[in-house]
């Protein structure tokens, strides 16, 4: 009974009364204080309605999983549009789980824009940290330009090596494998211990790794192509020590050289300079190259069959095929440089008539500018080829030489500064006077060794 009154009794506000009247059952004021009844189901629909629209706290941890969710369907959207260009229902469903996860992430009003101001801070960082990663590197090719010997000091105190290779093992091409290659050939370039660190660093296997990708196919884009030229750089410094050769060699290096120059894509000619490298002082490179057969690929490249027998008279037996057609090329190239050789000479000559002194160190050095230094290559093999007591190759040679008048003589003159800087200091056993074609024996004999 008191409870039904107090539920009834709807008393005046008086002047210090602080809380107004209560309202009716229906909202508004009764005009009989006891019909003034108060509805609770109000407010059990507006606690329910709070409850089921409740804001969701975002923490880091969920904000990482809405923006890993959100890069994810981005990466779905942008495939889904290369791939069904002309389909759109395929990339714009509204019924797609993307467009369920970007309604679901309304439940907070705060969350779109979180994500959305997550992810351009993401791409200023990352903008960011490429700006100082490209202005460092910069910095550290302008001061070796200056300096070469800081090329060593930052290898020695950072850990640029391992970062350079890491960023060389990544398979796609982009602006940070370019650069990358750029600085480590930089590096590599003028230093014999970044060359050992780098070659004890599995840097040889990396870069094999590297270029391995361009034996079948070629570069699509300028600075693509430069990217390998710069990987190729590196290889050819790697193989400058000799630890680093016999690295080239249990790697397969000259088999994949090989593979490379069979293909004949753009990396054909940067595979054989990396075989010079590799086989330059180096015998087992070359017993390796004419074990897998790199002979026939070679002389393919020279002249522009699989042999029998030791190496050397494999090697022997290329340059007797085909009517001697190898040892005509060889003569060919001798007189073309020979006669580039004897320009420069002249000219050198009308200079000294002017008055303007040459000493004999630069003279030598313009001499081997205009192709010296290819001309003794091609005497050395011609002098080989002479020692090697096979007469049907020394015919041929005594038969080119008098069809343009020259003579034995001539190739001796030729080979004499490399008959003083290699042959003279190995113990004595050659000597200067030796007579048809001496010094051609005695340059054939260090050929003959490394075969």
């Not at 709807?10 to 005009?31: F, M, T, V, W």
């Not at 190496?311 to 095929?321: G, H, N, P, T």
């Not at 000493?359 to 002098?383: P, W």
Request: charged share 30%; hydrophobic share 35%.
């Amino acid at each position: 009974m008191e409870v039904a009154n107090a539920r009834s009794y709807n008393p005046k506000r008086k002047r210090g009364d602080s809380s107004p009247p209560l309202p009716a059952a229906n909202g508004i004021p009764s005009k009989d204080n006891d019909s003034d009844n108060f509805d609770l189901s109000i407010l059990e629909a507006v606690e329910k309605s709070q409850k089921e629209s409740a804001v969701e706290v975002l923490d880091l941890r969920t904000l990482k999983k809405l923006v890993l969710s959100f890069e994810r369907r981005y990466k779905e959207n942008i495939e889904a549009r290369l791939k069904y260009p002309d389909q759109p229902e395929r990339f714009a469903d509204p019924r797609s789980s993307s467009t369920k996860s970007s309604k679901s992430s309304k439940s907070s009003p705060e969350g779109p824009s979180f994500i959305q101001t997550s992810i351009c801070r993401d791409c200023r960082t990352r903008t960011l940290m490429r700006c100082l990663l490209f202005n460092s590197l910069a910095t550290i090719e302008n001061l070796i330009e200056v300096k070469p010997a800081v090329a060593e000091l930052v290898c020695e105190r950072t850990k640029i090596l391992r970062w350079l290779l890491g960023k060389i093992k990544v398979r796609e091409f982009d602006s940070n494998k370019q650069y990358a290659s750029e600085i480590l050939a930089i590096l590599l370039q003028n230093s014999t211990a970044n060359q050992k660190k780098l070659g004890q660093m599995n840097g040889v296997d990396v870069v094999l790794q590297a270029v391995a990708m361009y034996k079948s196919k070629d570069p699509k884009s300028s600075d693509e192509e430069e990217m390998v030229e710069n990987l190729f750089d590196c290889l050819c410094c790697l193989l400058m020590p000799l630890e680093n050769k016999e690295r080239f060699v249990k790697a397969e290096g000259v088999e994949l050289m090989i593979i490379i120059m069979k293909q004949k894509k753009s990396a054909y000619g940067s595979a054989i300079r990396a075989l010079d490298f590799a086989m330059t002082k180096y015998p087992p490179a070359c017993e390796r190259f004419v074990d897998v057969l790199g002979l026939k690929t070679a002389f393919a490249a020279f002249m522009g069959g699989i042999l029998r027998g030791s190496r050397r008279d494999r090697l022997l037996s290329k340059f007797v095929e085909n009517e001697c057609e190898k040892i005509d090329r060889l003569m060919e190239l001798y007189i073309r440089y020979s006669d580039r050789v004897k320009v420069e000479t002249e000219r050198m000559d009308q200079l000294e008539l002017d008055d303007l002194e040459i000493d004999e160190e630069e003279r030598y050095n313009r001499r081997l500018e205009s192709g010296l230094y290819t001309l003794q290559l091609i005497a050395v093999i011609l002098g080989h080829l002479w020692c090697s007591e096979h007469s049907r190759m020394r015919a041929r040679i005594e038969l080119l030489l008098k069809q343009h008048k020259l003579t034995r003589e001539d190739v001796k003159d030729i080979l004499q500064p490399c008959f003083i800087e290699f042959i003279v200091p190995i113990n004595g056993r050659l000597k200067s006077n030796d007579d048809s074609l001496s010094t051609s024996l005695a340059v054939s004999i260090v050929v003959a060794e490394s075969i």
